[in-house]
């Protein structure tokens, strides 16, 4: 179970969870009340989605098992979704993201809490929803702050793809560096990838890919291939790390590669680094 609940009184007060996760012998998922907790003010109860898989259906419904529960007895509810399901499903048939929107909006949820959602589609579909954006996390774990850090550990940043260019400037901004724009280009008769290029780059320096989602890591090792870089100065940030397939061949092309605990690696990469997600999810709880 990848369900972690904890209790909060007034600003940022931790005391005992008020409850805890079980299943029936049939299978149920269930919450019951581990502590009443009932005299000890307005509480907010907090579900968070650890070590992800944050689309798993059993998760979803001990979500909301916790949800009816927490409104049941008149506390305030978050939820903690660092990977938020469904939003690279944000058009065609099936229409995922909005499935996945309306079973969270399912649950009356007074906050949902998410981080770097993939697709701006399904953050007009959750209710209630506070994204925490990639920006900040990059600057204080990865590149440093100029007015702290010099010098910073990389000399620019580069976007992927025009999908990843918003995200790739906000980082730079924060970090008050360069971003240079790579392309993927595709053969027009079949739709396949059929090159990547790059901005030229300086002669020297080191240089963070960032993007939201790596799952085999085709595109990524692409794009470092036309850099024409050595992987000592490349790195590559993405928010949530699936790493299925090929990815663990990342590390013969990106000297650093970091990501975040929003998503259990289904390969191990070899140096991966990774970034605790809860002191930023739970900095913004309302």
């Known amino acids: 179970m990848a369900l ?31 502590d009443d907790n009932a005299d000890k003010g307005p509480l907010t109860e ?93 600057r204080n774990a990865v590149v440093g702050r ?16 025009k999908g990843a260019v918003a995200r790739a400037t906000a980082v730079a901004d924060a ?20 090159s990547f290029s790059c901005e030229p780059l300086p002669e020297t320096g080191r240089f963070l890919v960032v993007d939201d989602i790596c799952d085999g890591g085709g595109t990524f090792m692409g794009l470092a291939e036309s850099t024409g870089l050595p992987k000592e100065r490349l790195g590559l940030w993405v928010s949530h790390g699936v790493f299925s397939g090929r990815a663990p061949a990342l590390a013969e092309h990106f000297g650093e590669i970091v990501t975040t605990d929003s998503y259990t690696p289904q390969t191990e990469v070899a140096g991966l680094t990774t970034v605790h997600l809860m002191p930023y999810l739970t900095g913004v709880i309302k």
């Open 46 to 138: 907090v579900a968070t989605i650890v070590g992800a898989q944050g689309s798993m259906a059993d998760d979803l419904v001990m979500l909301g098992m916790w949800a009816d529960a927490v409104r049941q007895r008149g506390s305030k509810s978050v939820a903690c979704i660092p990977y938020l399901p469904g939003a690279r499903q944000d058009r065609g048939l099936p229409f995922g993201a909005k499935v996945y929107a309306d079973i969270l909006n399912g649950f009356h949820i007074d906050q949902v809490v998410a981080f770097d959602p993939h697709s701006p589609v399904i953050v007009g579909l959750v209710e209630r929803l506070t994204v925490v954006s990639s920006d900040r996390v990059i």
């Open 146 to 161: 100029r007015d702290r850090d010099v010098p910073q550990r990389y000399d620019g940043i580069i976007a992927p793809d």
């Open 4 to 34: 972690e609940l904890s209790t909060r009184i007034g600003p940022g007060h931790v005391t005992t969870p008020t409850f805890a996760t079980m299943h029936f012998p049939a299978g149920e998922a269930h919450v019951k009340v581990a």
């Open 175 to 194: 970090c008050h560096l360069p971003v240079f724009r790579a392309e993927k280009h595709r053969d027009e008769s079949t739709g396949k990838l059929s």
